[in-house]
Structure formats: structure tokens, C-alpha cells
């Protein structure tokens, strides 16, 4: 299971943390997760994933060195540190984690999503 919060209402150039709970017999700490948004009309699109060691990192180009994806395995959470945050970055927010031991990840097992909007 995957538990995605964080996600709220912030101005253009603000930040937000976002982070994901994994829990469940299904969930190994070392699979890769990633994190996916979806803006109302679009398809989903990936964001950021990190390898189950935490030592490999992706981003979206569109991403521009604003967000940063980390975990921590004692606490079974990534978490997604987005800052200058614009308009176009407002969409509902997901996790996701692959079910094995794959780089770059394959998402499988979605979280709920948690919406993040940018005003401008």
C-alpha cells in the first residue's frame, strides 16, 4: 500500500513536500519508486524515481533542477522536495513503486493521488 500526502495550494515560486508511506507485505524497501502527476485532460507523466538504495536518481526534463527525490528506508517513505514551484506543476500527485528490483523503475502498484495546485 502506498499513502501519498502533502499536497496542497501554494503560490508560483513556493514549495511543497510531498511524501509516500509504503506499508504491506507486497512493499520491499529496495524496490524503486517513483513519482508520477497527472493534470486534468493529460496523460499521466513521470516526475522523479529513485533506485531502492537511494543511490541512482531520475527527473523529468521538465523538472529543471526544482524537485528533489530522496527515502529513507528505516521509514519506508520518499519524499519529493519541489520548489519554484509554477502554474503548469498543478496536477493530482501519485506514487508508485515497481515489484522488483528494476532500474529505471516500472511502475505497478499506484498510491492514491494527492493534489498539488500553483496559483499564479
Known amino acids: 500500500q502506498l499513502q501519498a500526502s502533502g499536497g496542497g495550494l501554494v503560490q508560483a515560486g513556493g514549495s511543497l513536500r510531498l511524501s509516500c508511506a509504503a506499508s504491506?507485505?507486497?512493499?520491499?524497501?529496495?524496490?524503486?519508486i517513483g513519482w508520477f502527476r497527472q493534470a486534468p485532460g493529460l496523460e499521466r507523466e513521470f516526475v522523479a524515481g529513485i533506485h531502492g538504495n537511494g543511490g541512482s536518481t531520475r527527473y523529468a526534463d521538465f523538472v529543471e533542477g526544482r524537485f528533489t527525490i530522496s527515502r529513507d528506508n528505516a521509514k519506508n517513505t520518499v519524499t519529493l522536495q519541489m520548489s519554484s514551484l509554477k502554474p503548469e506543476d498543478t496536477a493530482a500527485y501519485y506514487c508508485?513503486?515497481?515489484?522488483?528490483?528494476?532500474?529505471?523503475?516500472?511502475?505497478?502498484?499506484w498510491g492514491q493521488g494527492t493534489q498539488v495546485t500553483v496559483s499564479s
Open positions: 504491506g507485505r507486497r512493499f520491499n524497501n529496495m524496490y524503486s
Open positions: 508508485a513503486t515497481d515489484t522488483i528490483q528494476r532500474w529505471p523503475l516500472i511502475p505497478i502498484y
